[in-house]
């Protein structure tokens, strides 16, 4: 770990150089710049997933943290390089004072040339992530709306800001079940009428599933209560009965369809680490995304 004390972006890009140079390691294999904007309540459980996610993705990671209020404005960084954390490189940044309000200068000299950028808020993200100066050098960009106190309106300010290349972890841990149901829904199982979800009162991922599956089939869709932990159970209602896709425990889920036998199905809950690892390996801007947040206020969330 090298630290460095009232600092700037060009002297922690020279230390990393330095540091890869002394290493043999040349910066080249780093795929992407990772920028984390986030506070010291989310830093380093947030800095720990990127560098777990480094060993599919090695890339350059940038925490910034902003300080403000003081009389002194500095940057203080701490900087490591391979080793145990990964083959990525990691750079934790505290913007003190007035430094605060500069996080896009600083990062500025630290991006990798000719590779992707991502910008990750773990926990409260702008109004728009495109139009924010860190958001704007990223071609993707991830919030997370579970982590707010009023996480269906963050949806609702994410759908009416949206811009290609916005996502949100929320979205991210439904792959498990939109891959499920969409492999059920291309059996014969005929028309399907309505479809319920149960989750826990105010679960974003839950309104974005029933958004989805109302887009996608142009049927109604309605939010019961559950008593979690997280997503508990989807039923769409066809002319033979019900479909369920049920998980009371958060790790093993059973699907029910009329004259079938049950079938047990591994849906655990995944890490941080691996929602940002899945994320990373898509780049491109994601329509269905897009489609299933303009269709929120579809959902009767009761």
Do not use: C, F, K
């Amino acid at each position: 770990m090298i630290r460095l004390e009232d600092t700037s972006g060009h002297d922690i890009a020279a230390a990393i150089a330095h540091e890869r140079h002394r290493m043999g390691s040349p910066t080249t294999g780093m795929v992407l710049s990772l920028l984390i904007l986030t506070d010291e309540t989310y830093q380093a459980d947030a800095t720990a997933a990127a560098v777990a996610s480094a060993r599919e993705h090695p890339m350059r990671i940038l925490t910034l943290i902003p300080r403000p209020g003081g009389d002194i404005g500095r940057i203080d960084a701490d900087i490591s390089v391979g080793g145990d954390d990964g083959p990525g490189e990691v750079a934790v940044m505290r913007l003190r004072g007035d430094r605060s309000d500069h996080a896009n200068s600083v990062v500025i000299p630290l991006l990798l040339p000719d590779t992707p950028v991502v910008t990750w808020w773990p926990g409260t993200a702008p109004v728009s992530l495109a139009a924010d100066p860190i958001g704007s050098h990223a071609g993707r960009r991830i919030s997370d709306v579970s982590t707010l106190a009023e996480p269906i309106e963050g949806l609702r300010i994410r759908r009416d800001n949206y811009q290609p290349g916005d996502t949100d972890l929320s979205w991210t841990r439904l792959t498990g079940w939109r891959s499920t149901l969409a492999a059920v829904l291309d059996r014969p199982v005929g028309d399907v009428h309505s479809v319920t979800v149960t989750a826990p009162v105010n679960n974003p991922s839950a309104v974005l599933l029933a958004a989805w599956l109302a887009w996608a089939l142009d049927i109604p869709a309605r939010l019961v209560p559950g008593s979690g932990p997280g997503l508990n159970a989807v039923a769409l209602s066809i002319d033979d009965g019900t479909i369920e896709l049920a998980r009371p425990d958060g790790r093993m889920a059973t699907l029910r369809m009329p004259g079938v036998p049950e079938s047990p199905i591994a849906l655990p809950r995944r890490t941080i680490a691996d929602l940002i690892a899945e994320d990373l390996r898509r780049l491109t801007p994601d329509e269905i995304y897009a489609e299933a947040l303009a269709a929120i206020d579809r959902v009767d969330i009761g």
